[in-house]
């Protein structure tokens, strides 16, 4: 059963009403309810309650009905954060979960991301690690940083969620015991219930008796008593998602608001000169983009397809330089060692195995193309949309209109695709440059063709991999040399210029996943070299490591080929003192049948990989037939630390893998004149469901510190994928995308 109730239309001076509530049924057979809200509400701190609600915290509040409602500071788009930290809350505080709703936290330093600063610092020694990880958190409160990526949002709120839980729970057992004058230690919370022996009081009744002193009290759950976690249970935002009860950023409708399109010019270094054609002298113009507005979005693209945008590039435009350009720094004597020693040079010997690889730039496609909805009023400008940052949409918008940050509100909606594209501003901002100008609210909405070329990409990269194994079947040396572009300079330079690091920086992370390996090896190097380019790089799924994965991976198993092992022998030899990344290459292999014969044309490949916190190895059994790639199983399997929800640690898995098989068999943007080539996905192909793979996915518990699972699995697809293929051609493919690559 799914009962809604929509809000009324908002009116000239109120917001959308302040949250969005669904009681979601299950189905009969498991009679579960959910509680989801997709629009925040204007409130500050402590958390102002209304409706009757009593706010324990600021995270928990309880409604008069007893229902929980847990405000949660990350993105909802699909990876199933809400869900997991409602588990983990649900499970600490004793609510029952079929009565739990989550909602959009404010913007305010309470919630900011401090578990970015405990992912960041968790490889420095010990002795810095806490001091380094408490300042970090300082600075990001202080800086009010909201952002989801990285794969934090479990793990960076787990412990959050799960102390807020506990506090809301010691005072909820207070009030039980002052009502029953018993002692506190043998009252429990169960199901929305506050017990002792056979006596229940709901939540809404305890409420009513709060002390807050009762707070210092609270202690976590020991491990054993903790029911929810780790189990499978439905997903709070899927139910909506499925009948279209949801509500996305396009679903915004404001009064008196029209409609905008837009159309960008060359990436990067581009400048618009002048707008020619019917209409250009009431085009809206910035300075790489020209905008029209219509009554409908129709309207609105039609009168910007009557315009002639003439347009002009400060510095050469994007173009096929950057593959050379990419191809003579890798040649050259630049660049930087970040990690090992260049002791390498001794042990490769007089004739190391070379390979040279190749991956091009790449496209997120987010199935939701950008889209902002502005209105400015009395000095306050409120936006709403899908956004993984509301500290750098409200620090831009800002910034763009010369305004205090403090007059920004942003409502993030619910995001239909993100994959790190949405951590970036630009929709917010050209909304609001266009409703100035205009003074009107305004929706802008930009078309696919607009979503593929004012995209910010994934970069180009060329590696230079170069090893060589001993007579003892041992890596006896391991180099690598890795130049692409410098993401975090083109990132910064954008959203926050004055920590930007210089276009020519090289560092270790620009090559994550390279600049550590979990092989023992002799001697080891990795040299990342930087190469300038105009095309704005942005975070795109697993980020560095989705291009480095495919460079090690595959360059390890040349080795092994090279030495005549086993490709899975072979890693599992070099994996002493790694337990975790042997426990997971092993349950693949296992899950694989990795050693028995595939069908005739057919092999498997296998690849592992370690990042975000998580180990992940994965299997592909592929071949080529009638001259085409045919992939048909995948199996995977991952270690976490803990699987809050196994079945949502499975979709990311799986998801994350056959994004990387995507991108690994068609994946490229290539530019013509500073334009991307590709303007829809007839110029970018994903694989079609006939095409996708039967695929598995065993979670291997190791009672490791919480990883992240909405990125690890693409880093190992395309290494996986390309291993397979040259098990059973015979021929090694270096260069993606694998479609069209040279052997």
Known sequence: MLQTSLPPQPTKRSLLPSRRAFLIGAGAT???????????????????????????????????????????????????SWSGLAQILADEMGADWRRLAVEPAPFHPAYAHVGLAAAGTAELAPIVRDLAAFAGATVIRRMNVHLTGGSTSIRGYHDIVREAGAAARALLVGAGARAWKVDPAAVDTRDGFVTYQANRMNFADAVRDIDPSDADRARLRPEAERRLVGRPLPRLDLPPKVDGSARFGADVRLPGMVFAAIAHGPVGNGRLVTVKGPGGARAIRGRNWVATTGLTTFEAMRALEALEPVWETEGGPAGDWIQSALAQALDGTGGKRVAGSDKV??????????????????????MEPMVATCRI??????????????????????????????????????????????????HFIEAALIAKAIGKPVQLQWSRREDFHADRFRPAAVARMRGRVGPDGRIAAFDARIAVPNVAASFMG??????????????????????SIPYSAGAFRAVHVPVATPVPLGYWRSVGHSFSAFFVESFIDELAAASGKDPLAFRLAHLEGMPRHAAVLRAVGEDSRFEDPSPEGLAKGVALHESFGAIVAIVVEAGLVDGKVRITRLWSAIDCGRAINPDSVRAQVEGGALMGLCAALHGRVDFAGGMAVPTNFDGYRLMALADTPVMSTRIVESGAPLGGVGEPGTPPAAPALANALARATGMRMRRLPLADADS
């Open 30 to 80: 498991l009679g579960v309810a959910v509680g989801f809200l997709v629009w925040p509400r204007d409130w500050t701190l402590p958390p102002v309650a209304t409706d009757g609600e009593v706010a324990l915290n600021a995270w928990v509040r309880v409604a008069p009905d007893g229902s929980v409602v847990l405000a949660i500071p990350q993105a909802e788009m699909g990876q199933g």
């Open 377 to 426: 009023e009395e000095g306050r400008v409120e936006l709403w949309g899908p956004t993984q940052s509301l500290t750098l949409a409200v620090m831009g918008v800002a910034r763009a209109l010369g305004v205090p940050e403090e007059s920004v509100t942003i409502h993030p909606t619910l995001i239909g695709g993100g994959f790190g594209r949405k951590a970036e501003a630009d």
């Open 494 to 515: 954008r959203n926050m210029p004055r920590f930007a690091p210089g276009a020519e920086s090289a560092s270790a992370a620009a090559i994550e996943g390279a600049d």
């Open 345 to 366: 040079e001794a042990a490769l010997g007089e004739k190391p195995l070379v390979a040279d690889y190749a991956v091009p730039f790449l496209a997120h496609a987010c």
